[in-house]
């Protein structure tokens, strides 16, 4: 079984940066995707960057040119840099991992864009 964990979110002031991680432990060689999804209040769980094992990336239109998904698979870790923070990035950003047919989830973390 394949366990998320999340860290890096917290409080940046717009224009700001930060860098998501995720790590991923368990039987975690059956993973092929990895991803970024955010959450905010009120609203649906929404595609951030996805990226496949063989390093294809896909990014939400909002989002295209400011962050950056990468992957270490040696390490089983998929980051989420996040340059040049708007306000509306404000979210909990998940973990996403693709093992088999299913989807798992990592528990969340918060990223708040505020002045």
């Known amino acids: 079984q394949v366990h998320l964990v999340e860290s890096g979110g917290g409080l940046v002031q717009p224009g700001g940066s930060l860098r998501l991680s995720c790590a991923a432990s368990?039987?975690?060689?059956?993973?092929?995707?990895m991803g970024w999804f955010r959450q905010a209040p009120g609203k649906e769980r929404n595609k951030v960057a996805i990226?496949?094992?063989?390093?294809?990336?896909n990014y939400a239109d909002s989002v295209k040119g400011r962050f950056t998904i990468s992957r270490d698979s040696t390490e089983n870790s998929v980051y989420l840099q996040m340059n040049s923070l708007k306000p509306e990035d404000t979210a909990v950003y998940y973990c996403?991992?693709?093992?088999?047919?299913?989807?798992?989830w990592g528990q969340g973390t918060q990223v708040t864009v505020s002045s």
């Open positions: 996403n991992a693709l093992v088999g047919r299913a989807y798992i």
């Open positions: 368990g039987n975690a060689s059956s993973i092929s995707g």
């Open positions: 990226i496949t094992r063989s390093g294809t990336r």
